[in-house]
């Protein structure tokens, strides 16, 4: 070996063992990871780890990257068609390819040469850090930008990245996707690394759970502020009662009174806002005293949504999390967006995230690296078939002069077995020990949802998971199922699409149309798609049918299903049907604004005047204090405008400014008059709009001194 190597090996030795093995500094708490994870594998897998580590530290400075990476990739595709190496060997394996894919990538970095090659052994120094952040970068998620944000966090504390290394990941997870603001970045990075009582211990959340106090829009005094003010709160539902509900805003028959304002915490609780603002608000709070915070949205067409959060209490006995703002009776499901891949995820998900963090650390890591390496698997082919280097490992062996194992040759270890398919059993392999190892690894059920849409699962091996997953959520976390089944059927092939369609009535029960209506009728609802594209339009209509009835008032699936049943029943001539499910819809809700959504459907029925008729009936008859009648109203004169019945717009105008006295509806009423040419009138009451919406705006003004005042007292 040459000397120039001897002495960096020894000193990636020396530093790794100082590193992981050294008490931390008084102030900082104990590391709650060290994974010197390559260093714990089987021999002779390990000689190969410690060949790759050392081959790395020889490239580093040098243009000999794409050597080391394709060296990489024949090893690691290599032990997944040869041999049966441990779990934990796979996951190494994969750690050296992805690390000698990324290091020379970050030459793209805005740093002096030396600079990037001190940040480069950093990195390859504290596997602690690199090995979690490269397993948690996503296809979504950009490596370049995440190791940026580590990079920055590293000039500004390096011991903090290293004390609090979930922190860390999950703040590059998150700023990967976002512009960055450096000094925002550390400044809430300190604030969770800083001495201060915490609710829980935020330096052993895992990244996947710290990513939700990510991010932290508020200044950091205005952080600080609400950390006292709301010092002794523990239940985030307080925060959000604070602010006031702006009912006026709700119905839309105001702007909100903090129109114009900024969006500051201070702010939301002197003049109040609506449920969006709340859970703004109770997040925003949560975070700064230490609590992950999710948060949630129902919306659709037809529908009037909401806002809440989910609070994680990280409790042992009891709910892991705290709803708050939830109304479940009228809202029993939401949907959240994961912080770090913007991607849409049922509420479930953090059923499933509670159950995951209570696992063993050890199987969630060793879980999440086999379902990155099942995705990497499919990028990773370049052919069908892998040659087995038994030369390549053989010289690596003999270099590192190693014994041989009592019981076996090195070499032996690796004998060739039959090679599997790797678009196939081996893909699948890696999920279905991913699946044993945590079967609640979120990222398990991400990448069986990107392999079988890709294709690189077949029909059977996708079903046998969903079974898997419909047996395990029996008892709860349903929604999770449907989520899946939502994302995967429509990118099945025609068999796969046949299973699927014949599966679906062993998944869905009478308990999950009690429980989740909702759900099940979007399950229908793509079920009927789907026979709809096969040529089965029989079925097609009978599972649009069952899609409607089954929650006729739920306008993001009812709606959609009218509109695609209609023109099928009415290539039949089926007349009395068509009026049958429109009628049935009509009278499933009186919301205006589901009343509105239905009009195409009306005029596609052949029933212009109809159409208009209901117009008139929303704006006559709606009720003003019924959420979204307001919306509905303006939506219809609008409309009543388009079908140049002016006359009748201009009289529901002049009744709607007359309910709401809103700034706008003036500015409307004043506009249909300048149309019909009744310029005179217009001035006036474009004179009258305009003072009274500055005594409007003054009485705000003094409901929010009175409330500030309140405020005030309370804090003292």
């Known amino acids: 070996m040459k000397p120039m190597i001897m002495i960096n090996t020894l000193l990636v030795a020396v530093m790794w063992s100082l590193t992981v093995a050294a008490p931390p500094a008084a102030e900082q708490p104990k590391p709650h990871r060290q994974v010197p994870f390559y260093q714990q594998i089987p021999q002779p897998d390990r000689e190969i780890a410690a060949e790759l580590l050392e081959a790395t530290w020889e490239t580093l400075g040098s243009d000999r990257w794409p050597a080391l990476q394709e060296q990489a990739r024949q090893l690691l595709l290599a032990r997944l068609v040869y041999g049966r190496p441990d779990d934990e060997s796979y996951v190494s394996y994969l750690y050296f390819y992805l690390l000698a894919d990324w290091l020379p990538r970050l030459a793209d970095l805005d740093l ?111 952080r600080q502020g609400v950390y006292d ?96 703002g939830a109304i479940p009776e009228a809202y029993p499901f939401g949907w959240t967006f994961d912080p770090a891949t913007g991607q849409r995820e049922s509420q479930q998900t953090l059923g499933f995230l509670g159950a995951y963090v209570q696992s063993a650390p050890t199987e969630r890591w060793i879980s999440l690296g086999l379902a990155r390496l099942a995705d990497r698997t499919a990028d990773l082919i370049a052919e069908k078939k892998v040659d087995y280097p038994a030369e390549l490992f053989e010289k690596l062996l003999k270099r590192r002069a190693q014994p041989h194992h009592p019981d076996q040759d090195h070499l032996d270890y690796f004998k060739p077995q039959p090679q599997a398919k790797l678009e196939g059993e081996r893909i699948e392999f890696l999920l279905q020990r991913s699946y044993e190892r945590c079967a609640f690894q979120p990222e398990l059920w991400r990448s069986l949802v990107r392999l079988a849409r890709g294709q690189h699962l077949s029909a059977a091996a996708t079903i046998k998971f969903i079974d898997q997953l419909a047996k395990m959520t029996r008892g709860s976390y349903r929604d ?166 002016t006359g009748w717009a201009l009289s529901a105008a002049k009744n709607l400014y007359q309910q709401t006295r809103n700034h706008e509806d003036g500015q409307r009423v004043v506009r249909i008059m300048r149309v019909l040419g009744q310029n005179e009138l217009a001035d006036q009451a474009e004179k009258e709009v305009e003072e009274f919406e500055k005594e409007r705006l003054a009485e705000i003004e003094r409901q929010a001194e009175l409330r500030r005042q309140e405020l005030r007292e309370r804090h003292q």
């Open 229 to 324: 003010f709301y010092a002794a709160t523990t239940d985030m539902n307080q925060v959000y009662r604070d602010v006031i509900y702006d009912f006026d805003a709700l119905l839309e028959k105001q702007p909100p009174r903090l129109t114009g304002k900024p969006r500051s915490i201070e702010n939301l609780l002197v003049y109040g806002s609506t449920c969006t603002d709340q859970t703004y608000a109770a997040v925003q709070v949560g975070r700064a005293k230490g609590y992950p915070m999710v948060e949630l949205v129902f919306h659709g067409p037809g529908v009037v949504g909401h806002s809440w959060a989910a609070q994680f209490l990280g409790q042992k006995e009891g709910p892991l999390w705290n709803a708050v």
């Open 480 to 645: 999770k199922l449907f989520f899946v089944l939502l994302e995967i059927a429509p990118a099945l092939d025609r068999l796969g699409q046949e299973r699927f369609l014949d599966a679906a009535a062993n998944w869905v029960n009478e308990s999950d149309i009690r429980r989740a209506p909702t759900l099940v009728a979007e399950i229908f609802l793509l079920a009927g798609d789907i026979t709809r594209q096969r040529g089965d339009i029989d079925k097609a209509i009978e599972l649009y049918i069952r899609a409607i009835s089954l929650k006729p008032d739920y306008g993001p699936v009812s709606i959609p299903a009218l509109m695609r049943l209609l023109p099928l029943l009415k290539d039949r001539a089926d007349e009395l049907g068509v009026r049958r499910e429109l009628d049935l819809l009509l009278a499933a809700s009186n919301d205006p604004l589901f009343q509105l959504q239905l009009l195409p459907a009306t005029v596609q029925a052949g029933d212009k005047q109809a159409a208009l008729e209901r117009l008139i009936t929303i704006v006559e008859d709606g009720d003003p204090e019924q959420r979204g009648y307001y919306t509905a109203a303006r939506q219809a004169i609008e409309l009543m405008v388009e079908m140049q019945e």
């Open 112 to 222: 002096e040469p030396k600079e990037l090659l001190d940040y480069q052994r950093w990195l390859i120094l504290h596997p602690q850090i690199t090995a979690p952040l490269l397993l948690a970068l996503s296809p979504e998620d950009d490596a370049l930008q995440a190791a940026a944000v580590i990079q920055e966090l590293c000039r500004h504390n390096s011991d903090a990245v290293l004390h609090y290394p979930e922190l860390a990941i999950a703040a590059a997870l998150d700023y990967d996707r976002r512009d960055r603001d450096t000094a925002q970045l550390t400044a809430q990075f300190d604030w969770w690394t800083g001495k201060r009582p915490w609710a829980l211990p935020v330096e052993k959340l895992p990244q996947e759970l710290a990513r939700y106090l990510y991010p932290s829009d508020i200044s950091s005094s205005e």
